[in-house]
């Protein structure tokens, strides 16, 4: 059993930036991927980025090279930092677990409650 709260969200204005954190609770969080999704009004959730047990990362191609994901397992917490930040990167952010990095909310088995970013133009 995992469990996982976001924290770091909030307002800030087009080409600003912030970082996300969730802390997680519970054993093995080393072994676990990890993920960012998204969720607008009125849209899915989306994938954002994801990092493996090895820091291995993968990102959504709306992100890359404005996101990173990082994790630290002795602190049992990944972190978003996002850069250049947008109006269309308004939602609520949510970080998952799971076994592998995967795009599919389906395959991650934990999640947070979320945080919310709202970007200003």
């Known amino acids: 059993q995992v469990s996982l709260v976001e924290s770091g969200g909030g307002l800030v204005q087009a080409g600003g930036s912030l970082r996300l954190s969730c802390a997680a609770s519970g054993r093995s969080f080393s072994t676990y991927a990890m993920g960012w999704f998204r969720q607008a009004p009125g849209k899915e959730r989306e994938f954002v980025a994801g990092i493996g047990w090895s820091s291995a990362s993968s990102y959504a191609d709306s992100v890359k090279g404005r996101f990173t994901i990082s994790r630290d397992n002795a602190k049992n917490t990944v972190y978003l930092r996002m850069n250049s930040l947008k109006p269309e990167d308004t939602a609520v952010y949510y970080c998952?677990?799971?076994?592998?990095?995967?795009?599919?909310?389906?395959?991650?088995?934990?999640w947070g409650q979320g945080t919310q970013v709202t970007v200003s133009s």
């Open positions: 998952a677990a799971g076994s592998r990095i995967t795009t599919r909310t389906s395959t991650y088995a934990y």
